[in-house]
């Protein structure tokens, strides 16, 4: 034996949990309740006898003495476990069932400590062989990934520990006040039959290539609405792609027109406001190809520990490098490690129909909706209702199991944004709305209108000066000259930098017949922005 590993394994503990499984065929449950694999024993004959085992027992088989020494028999491995008479003598060796689930805990402990210095060696042998440390880094990660989704299982707690904690998570349900208690996704039917995204929760939606969009439009709501930190690991659209998608469903800005730059004076007014909110959000994007499970741990654990990421968006899965035997198992093991949900995109075949529920009986999408604590599905039904369309959504697995079935959701092909009507405000929606149609009622010559949107624009926003030079320049128009130098004065609070300020209230004291302070307000513009044609037009009509 390698003299380095013999502090960090247990002959006897090793025969012992064999001689427990050996003779009690109820303790075999408690290997697969604590994941024990035949690498976790250090001898060979030890590996040889439990794999044996486990062989037996998944063939429906009592594994028992002398079935297990007919496998090995079988596989020309007796000799190598040390003889059929030591096989017969390890059910001597077993321990009482309440110290099993001790030995096989302590067996993995040696077991884990063993991988551990097998990495350290790896990476100290690479180092010293000059071999790209990008390389070695990406392998440790890898390694230290699959002992990580491996030993995290083994943790435990004691009852009362447990205990408060769910009194804390019941306290703060009662003090919302809510049924839904998760991250809301921005649609009704989806919150209400999961009480929101929860923290280490494994989200799948399945279809077509719509379901970014869908993702994209879940996003909008969560960094937007609730400010919540988010990542986007994006496997295969480039992030500037992914940024002008998010661009149009924000603004409403057709995304064909966006890709070619015909946009009008007042779409681009609104793409440079909506720009500015979404340059504040609270959104991550990954933009890399060829990420494996690991890479997208190791990264999710850093932005956890510098951003605090309340949620994971991944697409696609099936662009996922993985050693592992299952992807599934991986995330729903990062979404467990990091405690918050993980949202994963998976796209179906276009020859498959997503309204098939057979589909989930075989293969991957079995697995998926195995491993998965919530599994939605988009289906292809698209149903035109003059600019918008309607998507059907099926929920296809709850584990809350508070409702399943199908709904139908908003979709705008244009800008590739998905809503729910009953939740989104029609437009206007926000203080640039607002501003935005009073600018159109004031071309119009509709004043008052004018003024009620500027009024709402204000509440919703007190602190753009443009806003304010709006509703002044309404006031001006019906005379109320008293009420636009006020909102002048605010503009000039908000903005003194800006000239524009200053000419609009300079304007507004010419009109009103206070031609000293008219001149110092222009004059002041000017001095800021020579070329400020406001000031200059009215500087002029108080010379002429």
Request: with cysteine; net charge negative.
């Amino acid at each position: 034996m390698n003299n380095d590993n013999e502090d960090i394994f247990d002959y006897e503990i090793e025969r012992v949990v064999l001689g427990c499984i050996l003779s009690d065929e109820e303790a075999i449950s408690k290997t697969y309740e604590l994941m024990l694999h035949a690498e976790d024993f250090y001898t060979l004959a030890h590996q040889r006898i439990f794999s044996a085992i486990m062989e037996a027992d998944s063939g429906g088989n009592i594994p028992e003495v002398n079935i297990v020494i007919e496998i090995l028999r079988k596989r020309g491995q007796l000799e190598e476990t040390d003889g059929e008479v030591y096989i017969r003598f390890l059910p001597g060796a077993c321990c009482a069932e309440a110290n099993l689930d001790y030995y096989i805990r302590t067996l993995k402990e040696y077991s884990l400590r063993r991988n551990i210095l097998k990495i350290a060696g790896e990476m100290k042998c690479g180092v010293s062989n000059r071999v790209d440390p990008q390389e070695i880094l990406e392998k440790v990660q890898c390694a230290l990934f699959d002992l990580d989704a491996n030993a995290t299982l083994f943790s435990y707690s004691r009852a009362g520990e447990v205990l408060m904690r769910t009194i804390d998570d019941i306290d703060n349900a009662i003090k919302k006040k809510t049924l839904i208690c998760g991250i809301t996704s921005g649609f009704s039917f989806v919150d209400w039959a999961t009480g929101g995204f929860r923290a280490s929760e494994y989200i799948v939606i399945l279809g077509n290539h719509n379901i970014k969009f869908l993702a994209l439009s879940m996003i909008n709501h969560i960094v937007f609405k609730q400010k919540i930190p988010s990542v986007y690991f994006s496997l295969e659209t480039p992030d500037i792609d992914l940024m002008k998608v998010m661009l149009a469903q924000e603004t409403g800005i057709d995304s064909k027109r966006l890709n070619t730059g015909f946009l009008s004076a007042k779409e681009l007014r609104r793409l440079l406001h909506s720009a500015g909110k979404i340059s504040e959000a609270p959104l991550y994007i990954v933009d890399k190809q060829d990420m494996g499970i690991s890479d997208i741990f190791t990264l999710s654990v850093k932005l956890k520990a510098s951003h605090n990421i309340g949620i994971i968006f991944i697409d696609y899965m099936d662009l996922i490098h993985s050693d592992s035997t299952s992807i599934n198992k991986s995330i729903k093991h990062i979404a467990r490690a990091l405690h918050i949900p993980i949202v994963v995109l998976h796209r179906l075949d276009p020859n498959v129909n997503p309204d098939d529920r057979e589909l989930f009986n075989t293969g991957v999408l079995s697995e998926i909706k195995r491993n998965a604590d919530t599994v939605m599905v988009l289906t292809r039904k698209i149903l035109t209702r003059k600019n918008n369309a309607k998507i059907k959504l099926r929920m296809e697995k709850n584990r809350h199991g508070r409702l399943l079935g199908t709904m139908e959701i908003d979709y705008k092909p244009s800008c590739l944004k998905f809503f729910d009507e009953s939740l989104e405000p029609a437009y206007p929606k926000d203080a640039f709305d607002y501003n935005e149609r009073g600018e159109e009622h004031y071309e119009k010559g509709d004043y008052d209108s004018a003024i009620d949107d500027f009024n709402e624009a204000i509440r919703l926003d007190p602190t753009c000066a443009g806003i304010y030079i709006n509703r002044g320049n309404a006031y001006q128009k019906k005379d109320l000259y008293d009420l636009a130098i006020n909102d002048f004065n605010e503009a000039i609070r908000l903005a003194p930098e800006k000239a524009f300020a200053y000419s609009s209230r300079g304007a507004a004291y010419r009109k009103w017949g206070k031609k000293e302070l008219a001149i110092q307000d222009l004059e002041k513009a000017l001095s800021i922005d020579p070329d400020d044609e406001l000031a200059k037009k009215e500087m002029e009509e108080l010379k002429g």
